[in-house]
């Protein structure tokens, strides 16, 4: 009797644990999201999140080549900045993530396809490929670096005649 009581408790304590282990993301999970957190923290000029998710040493290479400390990038992201952007939504789709995570340090890379309204009406699509480096720092995940290739628009296919 004793010992099946044992065993009962020990297989509550192993659904309990399963059950506890589902519902906490996986660190490659947070990573992705420390990530996205970025993309939404650059769209919506939020200086405040982008403080929150990058490094003290963060270094981005634009688009253009030009490296950009973190005071710089998060200068970017100003108020006026935002009011210069215009009113224009822009939409960013996130895809092909990936993340290889080694501990301390990850490496994320994602394709980022922003969709903007251009003056005459017509959307627009700019693709880029972003690469980033990821620190674990004090418990959480912090950007050190960001790089953003741009990507060719897809062409259509030729025709054959």
């Known amino acids: 009797m004793k010992s099946s009581k ?6 509550v304590f192993v659904f309990a644990a399963s059950a506890l282990a589902q519902k906490t993301p996986s660190e490659d999970a947070v ?12 769209t ?9 998710v990058l490094a003290p040493d963060f270094v981005e290479i634009s688009p253009r080549g030009e490296v950009d400390d973190r005071a710089k990038v998060i200068g970017f992201y ?5 009011s210069k952007s215009g009113k224009a939504p822009i939409v960013v ?7 290889r995570n080694y501990g301390t340090y990850a490496i994320a890379t994602i394709k980022l396809t922003y969709t903007l309204k251009m003056p005459d009406g017509q959307s627009a699509a700019r693709i880029l490929r972003g690469a980033y480096v990821l620190r674990s720092l004090n418990g959480s995940w912090k950007l050190s670096s960001a790089q953003y290739t741009p990507m060719p ?3 259509p296919p030729k025709s054959v005649n």
């Open 93 to 99: 789709d996130i895809s092909e993530e990936s993340v």
């Open 44 to 52: 919506a000029f939020d200086q405040k999140e982008l403080e929150a």
């Open 31 to 42: 990573i992705k999201l420390t990530v996205q957190r970025l993309i939404a923290a650059q």
């Open 153 to 155: 628009p897809p062409q």
């Open 78 to 82: 100003s108020p006026e900045a935002k």
């Open 6 to 11: 044992l065993i009962l408790a020990a297989c």
